[in-house]
């Protein structure tokens, strides 16, 4: 069954530098309004990088949202105007030190779709070529590289947490059954 919900109104409640904060008034199938916190998003991109030993490049960060350093694939938002693909191969180079000719799509992840538009579309790559690392002013990342099983144990046990990471090793992982 399919319910139909109506916007009735959005109000702009906060411009920020990434993200911008709407309250929302949503008319609900029975009829009733409610108003809704909507964060929308210009959408980010994430990049599994796979060396020439079949090691994937991961990156380790301080995340404000967590409060602590995570392991992640490389990732990063997308500019206006910048089609998802080009950002990845500039996310790429900045956050790792490597080009590639070409990335390819595996999965697109919305991050919290209660409340936010944010889409991270995923990519990989296993033809790198060493360029060099172009780290926003912000940025103090280190580069850890991992096997495949390895970055699964660690989702499993928990230390890998950031979803974008999980979905899209996972669908790597995946994609490497199916062509082995």
Not at 56 to 65: L, P, S, T, W
Not at 128 to 155: A, C, G, P, W
Request: with cysteine.
């Amino acid at each position: 069954m399919s319910y139909k919900y109506e916007k009735i109104d959005r109000r702009l409640a906060f411009k920020g530098s990434i993200v911008d904060f709407y309250k929302e008034t949503i008319k609900l199938p029975n009829d009733k309004n409610v108003e809704w916190d909507y964060i929308e998003h210009k959408g980010a991109v994430a990049v599994i990088p796979v060396d020439e030993d079949g090691k994937i490049i991961m990156v380790r960060q301080y995340r404000i949202g967590s409060d602590c350093e995570l392991l992640e694939i490389p990732a990063g938002g997308i500019n206006k105007g910048e089609e998802p693909y080009d950002a990845g191969m500039r996310e790429l180079e900045e956050e790792t030190g490597y080009k590639t000719e070409a990335l390819t799509h595996l999965i697109d992840v919305y991050s919290a779709p209660a409340y936010t538009s944010e889409c991270v579309y995923v990519y990989y790559s296993d033809k790198l070529v060493k360029s060099h690392t172009n780290y926003d002013e912000d940025e103090f990342i280190s580069l850890e590289r991992y096997d495949i099983e390895q970055l699964v144990d660690m989702i499993m046990s928990g230390e890998i947490v950031d979803g974008k990471t999980i979905a899209g090793l996972m669908a790597y992982y995946r994609t490497l059954q199916h062509t082995l």
